[in-house]
Each structure stands twice: as structure tokens, then as C-alpha cells.
């Protein structure tokens, strides 16, 4: 029965490539210890390879041990495996939301890192009520409380759910029938955390017939719908209204912007900083509603937020990247890389470049940029820096080395062509402005 659940609900994720491959997120509880045995069958049957990722989030001295017989146990089953480590803990509030925090960042990036499309975790019925109270209790909108989807894209990562609509009863009863083991995370009977005591009062509303998983499920179905309809005004607002550069920034037509309704434009509002800011999250809805009554007034200006620089000339607003909030400097390797959660950068041919090389922010005046490329660059007949925003020059990633300033390949501008210009940058957002399915 779970089995067919699986199977019925990874052909609703296809169709896959021939012979894929898929990472299994696994930390050894029994959810994701069937996820293991269930993909290991379906793998078998459609010719896939797997992965195993298990993250030692260092919480409890057990989990090295734990891990360790994860990596184990999908050895036994023929699948390599990988443990992922979070960086030493600072953090002493939100313990678990920082755990799962760190777990997709790591999960996601090993996958993109390693060219891998879809990952699969064992979230469940009783994880999607669990999500919806928990989110509701929170105070989450009508998106927040649409709560898991089966397939959620995540750094241009497919993120498959194959259990969702199965409860946790089911799956330990496959587990038993087949004498298969897994590990109890004792953080499950912590009452400090709110899983742990919506654990414990769910089955009494059950019992009391005042709630059931099945009809929260029923609930979560239609706001989804409702949902949709409203991505779809997204949509239309924000093929109207804004224009997506590619070197980075959005420009927004506040006439068109300002007549829709509110929460349209919120939502708008906040996916445009996402993708610009380059996170994973929205900016406070506080600071969202108020940011949204300044802009309407006609003596705003401009300010930042979210890691973004807001500047409004006339009818128009320019959302930019915040000079100040980028840190990022990677190295040249031969596969792409992302570079402050914007570009994407890869070389455009078999050639390898020199480690010297680092790509960091441009960081420099438009005066400053055009006495550089005059002096120092063989050609200076790329992108018209009068067509760019001054402050989005500041942000474009740019190649130095010991020397200086040695290429910036968004303007088509190199200090040696010859050695550079396989080198490309692409804007490559990782949030999308409509999430329409």
C-alpha cells in the first residue's frame, strides 16, 4: 500500500530523464527510513540511481553515531551515501528552525553542486497538519498556510514529497511487517519544541472528533486553489508592471503597480526583494505593509531593505542590490557556481582559468570604472555604462586578481579578451516572481 502510494505519487512528479538520479534525504527516523526502502524499489524497477544525504546538525552527542548507521544501513542496500555537516552552532533560540535551516542549505547546495535535479524527503500527513497549526498559530497568510506541496523548487532544485497524503501509522507498519529498524529522535518528546505538543494534543482532538488529518488536508486543498487564482493575478500584475534586468536589478512602473489591490502588489513587492536580495525568505510583513505606504507617497525617495537599495525616479522604482550586504568572493573552477545567490558563473568552453582569479563585487564609482577601463583594458567597447544604474555598476560581479580589476563579463568588458572572455556570468534568480503550478 505505501509502496503504491509512492510509486503513484513519484509518476505525478514525472516524467524523469532516462536513467535519473535522486538524492534521498534520510536522517534514519522511520519516515525517512521507508522513503530509503521505497525509492530503492521504484530505483530498481525505472533504472535510477541513488543518492543518501544525512546531516549531522551536532545537536546531541549521538549524532555521529546516528549518521554513521544511516550511511550503514544504505550501504547494506547497495546506495552510496553522504554526511553533511553544520558548522558549529551559535545559535541558542529556534533551535529546530535553524536545524532545518541548515539542512536544506546543505542538501539543496550538495545537489547543485553535484548537477542533481530532484531531491526527495519523507514529509508526511501528519508533518502537513503538524506545518498547517503551526503556521496558523504563527499568524501565516493564506501562502504560508497552502503549507507542503508534492513538488517545491528550491535553488532550481525539485524537491519531491512522495509521502504527503500518507499518515505515520502506515509507515511504521511497513517498517514493522518487514523488520526494518530505525531511530527515535528524542527531540520528538520535547515539550519545549511545538511538535512535541501538538504530537501529544492531536490524537485528543482526534478522539474528541473535533479535528482529523484528512480534513485539514481537505482544508489546506482548497486555500491551494484559492491560492492559485491569486498567482495568477501575480501574474498579470507583474508582466504589466515590471521589467527584470539582466544585470540583476527589477524596475517597477509605479502607475500600473499602485492601481492593483494591496495584496497584490505585497506580494509582488516582497518576491521582487527576494529575488533581487537574493534570499530565501520575505521581509517581514510589517516592514512590507510599510514600505508599500511609502512608496505610494509621492515625496518617497527611496531606502533599503532586505539586502536591497530602493530608488524611485519619477513613475518609475529601481530595486537594486544593497552594495553594503554583498560579501560574497568565489573562486573560478570548472563547474558553474553561484555567486551571492544572483549569477551564475561558469566558463563557456573546455578552457580552465587561472586560480589567481577571484570574482567579487565591483564595488567602484562609474568614475572610477571608466578611468580603469580606459587605462587598463584592451577593449572598451562593451555594455554603454550610461545605460546602467551607477549603484547597480557597484554591485555586477567583477574578476580581480593582483593586479586590479581584470574583466566584467555582464558588460562584455575584459582587461585581456583573449584569456577572459569564455568566462560568463548569468543573472540566475533563485526566488521567481510568480509561483503559479
Not at 538520479?21 to 541513488?50: E, F, M, P, R, T
Not at 560579501?327 to 586560480?355: G, H, K, V
Not at 545605460?387 to 582587461?415: F, S
Request: charged share 20%; glycine share 4%.
Amino acid at each position: 500500500m505505501l509502496e503504491e502510494y509512492f510509486n503513484k505519487n513519484l509518476l505525478q512528479a514525472g516524467p524523469f530523464e532516462v536513467s535519473p538520479v535522486l538524492a534521498l534525504g534520510v536522517s534514519g527516523g522511520a519516515d525517512s527510513i521507508a522513503l530509503l526502502h521505497c525509492a530503492k524499489n521504484w530505483a530498481k524497477q525505472n533504472k535510477a540511481v541513488l543518492v543518501v544525504l544525512t546531516v549531522d546538525h551536532g545537536l546531541r552527542p549521538a549524532a555521529k553515531d546516528e549518521v554513521q548507521k544511516v550511511a550503514n544501513w544504505s550501504k547494506e542496500l547497495g546506495i552510496t551515501s553522504h554526511i553533511l555537516t553544520v558548522p558549529a552552532w551559535h545559535e541558542s533560540r529556534n533551535v529546530l528552525a535553524k536545524a532545518r535551516e541548515w539542512r536544506y542549505k546543505l542538501m539543496i547546495t550538495w545537489c547543485r553542486e553535484n548537477n542533481i535535479l530532484h531531491l526527495l524527503t519523507a514529509h508526511q500527513q501528519d508533518d502537513q497538519v503538524e506545518t498547517f497549526f503551526n503556521r496558523l498559530e504563527r499568524g501565516s497568510g493564506l501562502e504560508g498556510l497552502c503549507s507542503m506541496q508534492l513538488i517545491t523548487e528550491i535553488d532550481h532544485v525539485r524537491l519531491i514529497r512522495p509521502f504527503l497524503g500518507t499518515d505515520r501509522q502506515q509507515i511504521k507498519k511497513f517498517l514493522v511487517d518487514r523488520k526494518i529498524n530505525w531511530i527515535d529522535d528524542p527531540s520528538n518528546q520535547d515539550d519545549h519544541y511545538f511538535r512535541a505538543r501538538w504530537r501529544k494534543i492531536f490524537p485528543i482532538l482526534v478522539e474528541q472528533q473535533l479535528l482529523n488529518a484528512k480534513r485539514v488536508e481537505l482544508a489546506i486543498y482548497h486555500l491551494n486553489q484559492a491560492n492559485q487564482v491569486i498567482e495568477q493575478q501575480i501574474s498579470d500584475l507583474a508582466t504589466r508592471s515590471i521589467l527584470i534586468s539582466p544585470l540583476g536589478y527589477i524596475k517597477i512602473n509605479l502607475k500600473i503597480f499602485l492601481q492593483a489591490s494591496p495584496e497584490l502588489g505585497l506580494r509582488v513587492l516582497s518576491r521582487c526583494l527576494m529575488m533581487v536580495g537574493g534570499s530565501d525568505y520575505s521581509a517581514r510583513y510589517h516592514n512590507l505593509l510599510a514600505l508599500y505606504d511609502k512608496i505610494a507617497e509621492p515625496l518617497f525617495t527611496g531606502t533599503t531593505i532586505a539586502g536591497c537599495l530602493l530608488n524611485r525616479q519619477g513613475q518609475s522604482l529601481l530595486i537594486m542590490r544593497e552594495v553594503a550586504s554583498i560579501q560574497s568572493e568565489i573562486s573560478i573552477s570548472t563547474s558553474p557556481q553561484l555567486w551571492d545567490r544572483r549569477f551564475l558563473i561558469f566558463l563557456n568552453s573546455e578552457q580552465s582559468l587561472s586560480a589567481k582569479y577571484k570574482v567579487r563585487k565591483l564595488g567602484i564609482s562609474r568614475k572610477k570604472l571608466v578611468e580603469s577601463i580606459h587605462t587598463n583594458f584592451s577593449n572598451n567597447q562593451g555594455y554603454p555604462l550610461e545605460h546602467v544604474p551607477a549603484k547597480v555598476l557597484q554591485t555586477l560581479p567583477a574578476l580581480w586578481d593582483e593586479e586590479g580589476l581584470a574583466a566584467i563579463p555582464n558588460l562584455v568588458l575584459y582587461r585581456d579578451k583573449k584569456d577572459l572572455e569564455n568566462l560568463q556570468c548569468q543573472f540566475y534568480p533563485q526566488q521567481p516572481i510568480t509561483k503559479l503550478r
